[in-house]
């Protein structure tokens, strides 16, 4: 095993290979400290990918060498990619974590960072703890949070002059269709319908004079016109968006898979 001084700022530290939640500052000082006292620190890991260094295993000692103003860092070498190195760090070096054991948000974030990933996600609770170190228990627990939408409680208003709202007109009334027979057009009639009750409350409840509160009402349906527009905006924006995801990580899917079958076929 070739033990290579490389050069920091050669190295990368950003493309989402520290497994950690946050670095440790003690840990850092700790280490730092060592070296300031010429003791032997163990090498970090590093994937070259004939462009860049992604550092898979060692960030606190990066920063501590990086602290004590070194060039370089004592590290071992391997060639892959920077997925194989998020897979180091994700899964192997957990196995190697002794100096400094992982808090339960590191071993939230490497459970999280399967259940994101399109190759390990859909394996078993049981595998992918085992893969990253944690208990069964957890991943599943993680995986049913995911599962769950959270609730939120309405807001509680206060001080609100309770407003006498209007009943509607019989030929609203009647445009009304059946519960079992609601459609996406009658959706949309009554959420503008709910908006508009809303904006009488807001407006009624106000302590103004009749002017003020004709201003408000105006400027309010000029808002929520506003509102509107950008709402249908950032809709077509979700869509572009989804496409162009879903495209990206079939590729990577596709990658991965043919860098497995290079390495059988080596």
């Known amino acids: ?40 620190i163990d090498p970090a890991v590093i994937f070259d990918d004939g462009q860049y260094f992604y550092l898979a295993d060692g960030f606190h000692r990066y920063h501590a060498h990086k602290k004590q103003g070194q060039a370089t860092m004592p590290c071992i070498r391997k060639l892959g990619t920077l997925r194989d190195a998020q897979i180091y760090a994700f899964q192997e070096a957990n196995k190697f974590q002794k100096s400094l054991p992982r808090s339960h948000a590191d071993k939230r974030r490497c459970v999280n960072w399967c259940l994101d990933d399109l190759e390990y996600q859909d394996l078993a609770d049981r595998e992918i703890a085992r893969m990253v170190d944690v208990s069964h228990v957890l991943v599943s627990r993680m995986r049913k949070e995911r599962m769950t939408p959270k609730e939120t409680k309405p807001a509680k208003l206060k001080n609100v002059v309770e407003p006498k709202l209007e009943l509607l007109p019989p030929e609203k009334v009647e445009l009304l269709p059946a519960a079992n027979d609601m459609d996406a057009e009658a959706m949309t009639y009554l959420q503008e319908e709910n908006q508009r009750l809303e904006k009488q409350l807001a407006v009624v409840a106000m302590e103004a004079t009749p002017e003020e509160k004709e201003l408000a009402k105006t400027m309010i349906e000029e808002l929520q016109e506003e509102v509107k527009m950008l709402r249908i905006e950032n809709q077509s924006l979700k869509i572009s968006r989804d496409t162009y995801q879903a495209e990206n990580a079939q590729l990577i899917k596709q990658v991965g898979m043919l860098q497995r079958q290079l390495k059988k076929a080596a």
């Open 1 to 40: 095993m070739k033990i290579e001084n490389i050069k920091l700022e050669h190295i990368r530290i950003d493309r989402g290979t520290q497994s950690r939640e946050k670095e440790s500052q003690e840990q850092i000082d700790n280490i730092a400290e060592a070296i300031n006292n010429g003791e032997e």
